[in-house]
């Protein structure tokens, strides 16, 4: 299976996300994530227009409420013809499959292909000390990400959004054919802005990462489609 760029449109308009997308050549067919800020700002039409211009979306609304609001939200969600969309894994088992239910069911209303459904599972911005004192779950990131993988294998997700650094021991636990999606990337020139779980993209292609999401390295370089194609070169190598 082809193992994405991800690029993350965290852009306040439609306008300063699409002028941005534009530089990028049709043909490098990239897929973008779309998250709250663009989502919020520039409603669902924010979807058609970049599927328009033949590029892969992923909505990013992590979402996380009571099993039938996710269930009816996602249903929404399914119909938009998106490849991947989120749901975060701490709504528990109930909530996850309520939220797969859900998307499978707009999808089929609407003819489209489920997107893949991703569990958050421990935010790349997460460190230890933040697992510990302000969720207060004792244990390792680690073993929490690992935890969450295997309650969203079990309640049918596709994968989960993780860390590079735990993509390894999640593919030992629940299997190599569930998705490991990795933000948090950072090449090793980069600074790591909010981020505490962080690996270089050549790091993430050895720990046998599913896919890179990656914003600012990208949007905020000064030649975002060389940064781009830079990346790529290090993630294939
Ligand atoms: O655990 C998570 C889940 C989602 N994200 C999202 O990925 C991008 C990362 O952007 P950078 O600019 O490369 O830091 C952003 O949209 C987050 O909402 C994440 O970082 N970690």
Same mark, same amino acid.
């Given at each position: 299976?082809?193992?994405?760029?991800?690029?993350?449109?965290?852009?306040?308009?439609?306008?300063?996300?699409?002028?941005?997308?534009?530089?990028?050549?049709?043909?490098?067919?990239?897929?973008? %994530?779309?998250?709250?800020?663009? &989502?919020?700002?520039?409603?669902?039409?924010?979807? !058609?227009?970049?599927?328009?211009?033949?590029?892969?979306?992923?909505?990013?609304?992590?979402?996380?409420?009571?099993?039938? !609001?996710?269930?009816?939200?996602?249903?929404?969600?399914?119909?938009?013809?998106?490849?991947?969309?989120?749901?975060?894994?701490?709504?528990?088992?109930?909530?996850?499959?309520?939220?797969?239910?859900?998307?499978?069911?707009?999808?089929?209303? +609407?003819?489209?292909?489920?997107?893949?459904?991703?569990?958050?599972?421990?935010? !790349?911005?997460?460190?230890?000390?933040?697992?510990?004192?302000?969720?207060?779950?004792?244990?390792?990131?680690?073993?929490?990400?690992?935890?969450?993988? %295997?309650?969203?294998? +079990?309640?049918?997700?596709?994968?989960?959004?993780?860390?590079?650094?735990?993509?390894?021991?999640?593919?030992?636990?629940?299997?190599?054919? &569930?998705?490991?999606?990795?933000?948090?990337?950072?090449?090793?020139?980069?600074?790591?802005?909010?981020?505490?779980?962080?690996?270089?993209?050549?790091?993430?292609?050895?720990?046998?990462?599913?896919?890179?999401?990656?914003?600012?390295?990208?949007?905020?370089?000064?030649?975002?489609?060389?940064?781009?194609?830079?990346?790529?070169?290090?993630?294939?190598?």
């Amino acid at each position: 299976m082809k193992r994405p760029i991800i690029i993350a449109l965290d852009f306040p308009t439609a306008e300063r996300a699409l002028a941005f997308l534009d530089q990028f050549p049709a043909d490098l067919h990239v897929t973008v %994530k779309i998250g709250m800020e663009l &989502f919020y700002a520039a409603g669902p039409s924010i979807v !058609t227009d970049v599927q328009a211009r033949g590029h892969a979306v992923f909505l990013d609304l992590k979402l996380h409420d009571i099993p039938n !609001t996710v269930e009816s939200a996602m249903r929404v969600i399914g119909r938009l013809g998106v490849t991947y969309t989120t749901v975060h894994a701490a709504g528990g088992h109930v909530m996850l499959s309520a939220a797969k239910r859900g998307l499978v069911a707009g999808a089929m209303a +609407a003819g489209v292909t489920a997107p893949k459904l991703l569990a958050i599972t421990q935010l !790349t911005s997460t460190n230890q000390a933040i697992l510990n004192q302000d969720q207060q779950i004792m244990g390792t990131v680690r073993a929490s990400v690992v935890h969450y993988a %295997k309650l969203a294998r +079990a309640s049918d997700c596709d994968g989960v959004i993780c860390s590079a650094q735990e993509v390894q021991a999640i593919h030992t636990a629940v299997g190599a054919d &569930f998705l490991g999606i990795t933000p948090g990337i950072r090449p090793a020139s980069a600074q790591s802005d909010d981020q505490q779980r962080v690996m270089t993209p050549a790091a993430a292609a050895k720990a046998g990462s599913n896919g890179l999401v990656i914003g600012r390295p990208i949007t905020q370089a000064a030649e975002p489609v060389q940064a781009y194609r830079d990346i790529m070169t290090e993630w294939s190598n």
